[in-house]
């Protein structure tokens, strides 16, 4: 059953108040709602229909009368009642088995906790109710629990009461003044830790900030708590933004589908976006957590006070939200390097979905199962639409829309539309062009030619864009396109630009805007052939075909003032000397370096850029999986050949330069992370990462003793992940001695996990095979499923592509077995086959086969059925 947008209708019945009542036990769970309705479209039917699911319905009351069997009817995804008048209360009580839910979808248990996930459809798990986020209500939750094994029980809002029985059990009354959707439900009851800080908002207001984690956690909440604080005062300085209830809890478990969740007042994240200390996190974990603090902070406004109205609209508020958090991160350290992160992310992993049977538009116009649409389109590409806003509009006239954003529709639940519409009308501008970007799929890709005029002075971009059908989509109008760009002279300075018919050249990144199929700009005054930098910052989510040559690519590689740019240089250059490199493999030539590259490179170490996580980004090469991109049938084996050549060649060539570097970048006890030291580290271990490849006796043992050494779980990590790269004595021993230092820290047995699963060498899908049956390894658990499975089947092509086959069984296996017990981590898995056309007809035939079986395997779930016919096609 597939729900389209176009067949959207507003809800019969609004619910003005829910008033739930929790019994909460360790063989089933009672809920009892009352729930205040009234009627809002005139009458079509007098039925009222809700949703709910795996729920047992003990009883039903219509304005304080039992129905009988005769009033309604249940299948098992809803509940009708067959004659309901125009306003009335209504009084429901199911029971539930949160101890048996391993969907992580509604409310379960996790380590004995129980929790909820009611994002997108779980609250239908919980109660019959009208569970869908354009029916906003007021929610007051009274959860009864035994005291001694859940002295927390939290919900949304403000507690109101509180007390206890002398049977053991007591009550917590929490009551949310916001109506709200019911995905922002939540419900906690644990025995957790509580860590206490406060914030003090710009109108003076202070506000509690309630971190709970499990007791012998309470020493790795600090980062967390840090970043929430940058977080609040950041949304009151960037976006005006206050924090609106008297206290703010975030709460950590271990069993969680995705990062975390942004219910009212009370978010649940998965611990590994809350807990760090420098032993046992690294850098980038540092980072995603503040990353993800920041997220669901922001959402209190983009998502919380403004809502969606249906689930087409997801983009609305995670598009929105991450560009925020990506803001907020840029402006913490690098923005420089943030950008490269968040650009390489999206090219790698988005535009292969975009170029994928589940190619969508960021508002898509149809779905059969929502959970499969929370996707790096909705979500970064959403990120890069508004990110183009923003550019337009410069950063007044966003501010400007954004502010009238809010304040028109705070408390509503509102569309992509009326987003833009906002920015429009604060700004008296014109979007309907752009608008394409939400409903066209596909991405657009810019092929250009240049002429220098010497006689005239001018310099001439010739623009075409096109857009590749997506499913559904065959033909595509012209989107408009801001596209940033300079002109470099012979210094590498940005020659002031000036279009014919303007009278002022302007100097600096110039926005031209696309809008046609083809076009022309002519720039003035150009006195001699200057080297085009475009598309500077990445300023649209396209593919640039521009075709410099070697020389222009080095060239901007050391001098574009635009650091994203000097970046991207490189990895252009890196992918055509690859792709080079991939071809002569395929045809058997022998591989040959060039040494033009390796000079650049050369000088950029030893140059005096001090950005030094910059300069890690430009040493690192494009993935096996961005480099897919440019081959017509993917090989793996070639492009993963061809990225270890490069490696090496560049680690021969450089050796004396990276050895040197390596040793001078030592650090200093104890660990800091602030952006220069996280900078330092990241230079420093990807000077290990060339040297390893190497493959010397003498780096192997400096790596164990980096390994050994070191006070902070980045440096053990770069150590640890390059030896389980080789066959050496030393990997068994790190691999060992760390096991048995952290077995009993699970999120570092994510780590251990996960850097086996990737290791290059050729046994490793008979190591990933073992490690599922080892004790660190928990199928109900996604974290670990990620850890191995994911990171195996995802992130180490090479191997799992293997020409056998064998991978791909692995993987058909894992999907079969997740299914029945959380369909949405086994859909993410299946999505991993969505390429299959690219590939070799060996490659093809088997991975199809896995296809047919899933799909013909008895009862698989709405979620693994929908991307595996999508798949099929
Ligand atoms: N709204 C959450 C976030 O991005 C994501 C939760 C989605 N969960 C799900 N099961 N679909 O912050
Ligand atoms: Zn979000």
């Not at 129905?67 to 009580?93: G, H, M, R």
């Not at 190497?694 to 780096?699: K, Q, S």
């Not at 992130?795 to 592509?801: A, I, T």
């Amino acid at each position: 059953p597939t729900i389209y947008l176009k067949n959207y209708q507003a809800p019969d019945y609004y619910i003005e108040t829910i008033d739930l009542h929790f019994e909460l036990g360790e063989k089933h769970t009672t809920v009892h709602s009352r729930l205040a309705l009234s009627r809002h479209s005139k009458a079509d039917s007098p039925s009222l229909v809700l949703n709910g699911e795996e729920l047992e319905l003990l009883s039903i009351k219509q304005d304080g009368q039992v129905l009988s069997k005769k009033n309604y009817y249940q299948d098992s995804e809803s509940l009708t009642l067959l004659q309901v008048p125009d306003c009335f209360t209504l009084e429901i009580e199911t029971r539930i088995y949160p101890q048996d839910n391993t969907t992580l979808s509604g409310l379960y248990t996790s380590s004995g906790n129980f929790c909820t996930q009611c994002e997108a459809e779980g609250f239908r798990r919980i109660t019959y109710f009208l569970d869908r986020p354009d029916v906003m209500a007021r929610y007051t939750t009274t959860i009864v629990a035994d005291e001694k094994k859940y002295p927390i029980l939290l919900s949304n809002g403000n507690l109101i009461a509180q007390g206890k029985w002398d049977t053991g059990r007591h009550f917590a009354k929490w009551q949310d003044p916001f109506p709200k959707p019911s995905y922002l439900f939540a419900l906690v009851a644990s025995d957790l830790a509580r860590i206490e800080d406060e914030f003090i908002t710009l109108s003076g207001r202070k506000i509690q900030l309630h971190m709970y984690v499990q007791p012998h956690n309470q020493d790795q909440c600090d980062h967390a708590m840090a970043s929430l604080k940058r977080a609040m005062a950041w949304d009151e300085q960037v976006y005006g933004r206050e924090y609106d209830l008297d206290i703010y809890m975030i709460v950590a478990v271990d069993d969680f589908n995705m990062g975390a969740m942004e219910n009212k007042g009370l978010n649940i994240f998965n611990s590994k976006y809350v807990l760090a200390k420098p032993e046992t996190a690294t850098d980038t974990d540092y980072e995603n957590i503040e990353a993800v603090i920041a997220h669901e902070y922001f959402h209190n406004w983009s998502g919380n006070r403004v809502t969606c109205r249906d689930w087409f609209q997801l983009s609305l508020k995670e598009g929105f939200t991450v560009f925020r958090d990506q803001q907020f991160s840029a402006d913490q350290g690098s923005s420089a390097v943030k950008r490269i992160q968040v650009v390489n992310h999206l090219r790698s992993y988005q535009f292969r979905e975009d170029a994928g049977p589940m190619a969508h538009p960021i508002r898509p116009e149809s779905y059969v199962e929502i959970n499969n649409f929370y996707t790096l389109t909705i979500y970064e590409k959403g990120a890069e639409v508004v990110r183009m806003l923003y550019r337009l509009l410069g950063t007044e006239g966003f501010r400007k829309g954004t502010d009238l954003y809010f304040k028109r529709h705070d408390g509503q639940a509102v569309t992509t539309d009326d987003f833009v519409q906002a920015l429009e009308d604060a700004n008296n501008t014109d979007f309907s062009q752009f608008r394409l970007w939400y409903s066209q799929a596909g991405t657009p890709e810019l092929r250009i030619s240049r002429i220098y005029d010497p006689e005239m002075s001018t310099y001439t971009l010739k623009v075409k864009q096109t857009c590749p059908p997506t499913p559904e989509q065959p033909h595509k109008a012209p989107f408009h396109i801001p596209l940033a760009i300079g002109l470099l002279d012979a210094e590498g300075r940005d020659l002031p630009l000036r279009l014919a018919g303007e009278a002022e050249a302007i100097t600096g990144t110039r926005v031209l805007e696309l809008r046609q199929a083809e076009e022309t700009f002519v720039f003035q005054d150009i006195p001699c052939k200057p080297v085009p930098s475009l598309l500077r910052g990445f300023s649209a989510p396209v593919k640039l075909y521009l075709g410099l040559s070697n020389e222009e690519y080095c060239f901007l590689l050391v001098h574009d003032k635009d650091h994203f740019n000097r970046w991207e240089a490189g990895q252009q250059l890196a992918i055509k000397i690859l792709l080079g490199l991939v071809e002569d493999h395929q045809q058997g030539k022998p591989l040959i370096l060039d040494p033009a590259f390796t000079n650049t490179i050369e000088k950029i170490l030893a140059g005096d850029e001090s950005d030094q996580a910059f300069v890690a980004q430009i040493l690192t090469l494009p993935s096996e999986h961005y480099l897919a991109e440019f081959m017509t049938v993917i090989d793996p084996e070639a492009a993963y050949k061809a990225r270890r050549f490069l490696q090496r060649g560049l680690a021969e060539a450089l050796h004396s330069t990276f050895t040197t570097t390596y040793e001078s970048l030592a650090g200093t006890s104890p660990y800091h992370s602030s952006p220069e030291e996280i900078g330092r580290r990241k230079l420093r271990n990807i000077c290990l990462e060339y040297l390893m490849t190497l493959d010397g006796p003498d780096i192997k043992s400096r790596c164990l003793q980096q390994f050994n050494e070191s006070d902070n779980m980045t440096d053990v990590i770069a150590a640890l992940s390059s030896l389980a790269d080789t066959e050496s004595s030393e990997r068994k021993i790190a691999l060992q001695a760390f096991y048995n230092q952290w077995k009993n820290d699970s999120l570092v047995m994510d780590k251990w996990l996960s850097l086996q699963a990737l290791s290059r060498r050729q046994d490793t899908l008979t190591i990933v095979k073992k490690l599922t049956q080892h004790p660190a390894f928990k199928l109900t658990n996604p974290n670990k499923v990620r850890a191995l499975i994911g990171a195996f089947c995802q992130g180490n092509p090479v191997r799992f592509h293997d020409p056998s086959g064998e991978g791909y069984r692995f993987l058909r296996d894992y999907i079969l077995k997740l299914d029945p017990l959380n369909p949405q981590i086994a859909a993410r898995l299946a999505s991993t086959f969505n390429l299959w056309r690219r590939y070799d007809q060996n490659r093809q035939i088997i991975m199809k086969e896995q296809l047919e079986h899933i799909v013909n395997s008895p009862r698989i779930s709405k979620d693994v059925y929908e991307i595996t016919t999508k798949a099929l096609g």
